[in-house]
């Protein structure tokens, strides 16, 4: 009987890694949106803010775009 | 010709069965999270799952045939044996939807084919080295992974959000949410939908109808679709209401943290060979966010019985796959009659079910439910044991039993 544990463990690395870095990802966009929401509040603008928050969606739109790539190969 | 056309369509049709109760019963794991969090209106998220899913089965040209995985010897199988097969598995899904447990559909239908095989080929047609690295290493790895993954995940997302508040967050978890879940649907249909077709194919060659390594015709392609997506639009939502609502409390964060978590342990796995459950990632990803939440909490009674159900589903789908072989072997009658049990007993668990409604409705309300589920659930899981893989040499025969019972005290 053999047991591939080399896959499994880069299936847990890799899973591991993507998962943690695509959620810290998603949810420094939304903290930067927030911050806008607030700073138009406030009657101020955060530009930078807003900027590194779409830099975050776009990482993780790209991210959703390979997962359907390997879907669909 | 005759003879064998009448056992091939009913194959056919049992596969189809088998794709519905599938889609069905795998709704859940793409979109309990989503559902449980309010990020979709449970009929919206349905019909988005099933949309996905019908996508899904014709995305991939990839031909499924290792529906098996080299767990029997596909050499010389007949018809009858996939029947079987299909009977165990569907049983055995119908079953785990009425307790509302999540359990793997793939597992229902290995344990079926080898029971099958057992009775029609003897022991020595069942590849054990390849149960235990395909099935069993899977079925505690695949929680596992993706239940670190999420808890992680949810950690650092309740750090890095603590100033994350307002209509942006809601919404863009809301979105985030629905794209990953989104991700799991297409997956489980280019997945599910294609075993299905394997499985077809698979029988029409053994009858003799096409031609061996053929690709799967247009029309295995479409009904078989079709079943999942229906299965998944109907929705099982006793399943649903488990995951989401059963196992832990979800907030958006968490929801978003456990399917995301899901979908890249299921990309992961498929791509890098060593395939894992959806079901069980799903499971464990849910568990995971809510260990990852400051005074989340996880109902371990509740993923007792699923682990349990999990230990069992093999078994108990290979017994009722080995007696159903048996029977069909008497010859045609024997058939029919297996045909009438499954329809019998289906039906009859249908109408336990609506004893106690679960739908779209009340699928976020979590209250246990009392009198005939528990019970059921008793018959299942029967003690909260934590030997559940020793279990599975004992408890197979109750468990078996439970589906005759429970149909003739209807």
């Known amino acids: 009987m053999k047991i591939d544990w080399a896959a499994l463990g880069s299936v847990f690395g890799v899973s591991l890694v993507v998962t943690v870095a695509l959620v810290g990802l998603f949810t420094l966009g939304i903290a930067g949106l927030s911050r806008r929401e607030r700073a138009a509040e406030q009657g101020g603008s955060a530009a930078l803010a807003v900027t590194g928050a779409y830099l975050c969606f776009a990482g993780c739109a790209a991210a959703v775009a390979y997962g359907i790539s390997l879907i669909v190969a | 010709m005759e003879n064998f056309s009448l056992i091939l369509a009913i194959v056919v049709v049992t596969a189809l069965a088998f794709d519905f109760t599938n889609g069905f019963h795998d709704t859940a794991n793409a979109m309990a999270t989503t559902i449980s969090t309010g990020a979709l209106k449970p009929k919206v998220a349905v ?249 989340g909490v996880v109902r371990w009674s509740t993923a007792t019985r699923m682990f349990v159900a999990w230990g069992l589903t093999l078994p108990a789908a290979a017994l009722v796959g080995a007696v159903a072989e048996y029977v069909t072997g008497l010859g045609a009658w024997g058939t029919a009659l297996v045909a009438v049990f499954l329809v019998g007993s289906s039906a009859a668990i249908w109408k336990i079910s609506r004893r106690e409604v679960v739908d779209h409705t009340n699928v976020n309300h979590h209250e246990e439910p009392a009198g005939v589920v528990t019970t059921a659930i008793a018959a299942v899981a029967v003690p909260p044991t934590h030997a559940a893989e020793d279990l599975s040499a004992t408890i197979p025969a109750p468990a078996g039993e439970s589906a005759p019972s429970t149909a003739t005290s209807v």
């Open chain 2, 47 to 295: 019909a988005m799952s099933a949309a996905l899913n019908l996508v899904g089965a014709f995305l991939s040209v990839e031909v499924a045939n290792t529906i098996s995985k080299g767990l029997v010897d596909e050499t010389g199988i007949r018809p009858e044996v996939i029947f079987a097969a299909l009977v165990g598995a569907i049983l055995w899904n119908l079953l785990t939807w009425l307790v509302g447990l999540p359990s793997s559909s793939s597992h229902a239908l290995m344990g079926g084919l080898i029971g099958a095989t057992i009775a029609s080929a003897g022991l020595g047609a069942v590849h054990g080295d390849v149960l235990v690295t395909k099935v069993l290493i899977p079925a505690i790895a695949a929680p596992l992974v993706a239940g670190i993954a999420a808890m992680l995940a949810t950690r650092l997302s309740y750090r890095l959000g603590r100033k994350a508040d307002g209509k942006a967050s809601e919404k863009g978890y809301r979105a985030g949410q629905i794209a990953s879940a989104g991700l799991v649907s297409l997956a489980h249909g280019t997945n599910d939908a294609q075993k299905t077709m394997g499985i077809i194919t698979l029988a029409l060659v053994a009858g003799g109808a096409v031609a061996p390594d053929s690709d799967p015709p247009v029309w295995v392609i479409l009904t078989a679709g079709l079943a999942i997506a229906l299965g998944t639009y109907l929705g099982g939502w006793r399943i649903i209401r488990t995951m989401g609502k059963g196992l832990t409390d979800l907030q958006p964060q968490q929801g978003f943290a456990a399917q995301t978590s899901a979908a890249t342990v299921i990309l992961a796995s498929s791509h890098l060979g060593f395939s894992l459950s959806t079901t069980h990632s799903v499971s464990g990803s849910v568990m995971g966010a809510g260990l990852g939440r400051k005074g």
